[in-house]
T-cell receptor, first 114, second 112 residues
């Protein structure tokens, strides 16, 4: 069974640009969550999608958005990039959404904003 | 604010010493999960605890869930260099299905 796949693995963008990250969950998993990881802040929850609907949302500005497609693949978008958006973005999938089930993480996308 | 507190943030031990990390939640949790992230890697699931007072063991690792389901601990006996990494606890709440509340993690360094 293939794991969670995130693309691209590495990305360099300039301030003000926008970026789209992609996540393909494990086959059969309907829940996809996104996290931002930085050395000082740990794993910060962005949002969670289940069956194409945003079910949970963290405390990030509206520049951060996401969506989920009918095949459960998910994308997140960050507009008007800031230097502080430089981080490792992790996607995690689970069968029904983390309640009583483990989350499977992808390798992450390392975003650098210059 | 931070809903799951985890301490310590860093721990440096000599190989063979024991290690413990603690998690505390401001609210009752449905379950608690533990993850390990190796340097340069991604979090990997270790275990899940569901019942009040539950204790589970995996070789040298012992996991506990508090009676009130608000705190948890991970204890490693006789650490090895392969234990190096960051250990995260993550709780779920029945009122927010689908969301994991992560602690900030404890970064463990093991000196040979």
């Amino acid at each position: 069974k293939a794991g969670v796949t995130q693309t691209p693995r590495y990305l360099i963008k300039t301030r003000g640009q926008q970026v789209t990250l992609s996540c393909s969950p494990i086959s059969g998993h309907r829940s996809v969550s996104w996290y931002q990881q930085t050395p000082g802040q740990g794993l910060q929850f962005l949002f969670e999608y289940f069956s194409e609907t945003q079910r949970n949302k963290g405390n990030f500005p509206g520049r951060f958005s996401g969506r989920q497609f009918s095949n459960s693949r998910s994308e997140m978008n960050v507009s008007t990039l800031e230097l502080g958006d430089s981080a490792l973005y992790l996607c995690a999938s689970s069968p029904q959404g983390a309640l009583n089930t483990e989350a499977f993480f992808g390798q992450g996308t390392r975003l650098t904003v210059v | 604010g931070q809903q799951v507190m985890q301490i310590p943030q860093y721990q440096h031990v000599q190989e063979g010493e024991d290690f413990t990390t603690y998690c505390n939640s401001s609210t009752t949790l449905s379950n608690i999960q533990w993850y390990k992230q190796r340097p340069g890697g991604h979090p990997v699931f270790l275990i899940q605890l569901v019942k009040s007072g539950e204790v589970k063991k995996q070789k040298r690792l012992t996991f506990q869930f508090g009676e009130a389901k608000k705190n948890s601990s991970l204890h490693i006996t006789a650490t090895q260099t392969t234990d190096v990494g960051t250990y995260f606890c993550a709780g779920t709440r029945g009122s927010t299905l689908g969301r994991l509340y992560f602690g900030r993690g404890t970064q463990l360094t093991v000196w040979p």
